[in-house]
């Protein structure tokens, strides 16, 4: 599943500017009082301003064979959100490594490496090494209405999990996350998980706002 951009919403576009261009160096490609869009590898991320807001989650596909350079890079930049006392989650049925921070909004930004993916770089890690945005959390009380509208737009496996508290749909590329929210908190904080609002273009496309998936 390729996610081409993801457009989420802040209340603060110029702390999200600051952090995400000054503090791990992304691309931003356009820039107005409304709204921010960042090049990162093959997608797109936007921030669009709107004065109520919830914290996202979201992640970054990064080369298979960088996560310990990554967890270098992000470490002089950002605090680490840890999992447990390991600095680094290990997905093993997922065969897969990532790593944890907030931005500027206490967005849960991740950056995962997929072995299963076998996208290896020679590359010293910088931003520029990110491949795409490859997760996108949807938060819900019911996860099987919200299953069935996603896939009424177009047929969609489940990749990991079942609807009864976690599943990730989609595949290596591309995973919609979702959550029941009455009954799983957020990885690797714990804290309580809430909706937040976003767009998405790619193989699918619509708005999810206040929990229902609407056509763009």
Known sequence: MKIE??????NQIEKQKLFYQEVVDFDLVFDSEEKITFKTGKSLLSFEYKETVNSAHFAFNIPSNKIDEALLWLQKRVAILPDGENLIS????????????YDADKNIVE?????DL??????????????????IA??????????????????????H?????????????GLFILIDKTVKTWHPT?????????????DYN?????GEVLST
């Open 138 to 159: 949807m938060v819900t009380t019911n996860i099987s209405p919200l299953y069935k509208a996603i896939s009424r737009i177009k047929p969609i496996s489940i990749f």
């Open 111 to 115: 950056f995962i490496a997929r072995k």
């Open 5 to 10: 951009e993801i457009t989420l919403f802040t």
């Open 161 to 173: 999990g079942n609807i009864n508290r976690f599943c990730a749909i989609g595949n290596h590329d």
């Open 118 to 135: 076998n996208q290896n770089s020679v590359e010293q890690f910088t931003a520029k090494e990110i491949i795409s945005i490859s997760e």
């Open 90 to 101: 290990n997905f093993e049925s997922w065969n897969a490594k990532a790593i944890y921070f």
């Open 190 to 202: 714990g804290e309580s998980v809430h909706t937040a609002d976003f767009m998405i273009k790619g």
């Open 206 to 210: 619509f708005k999810y706002i206040a």
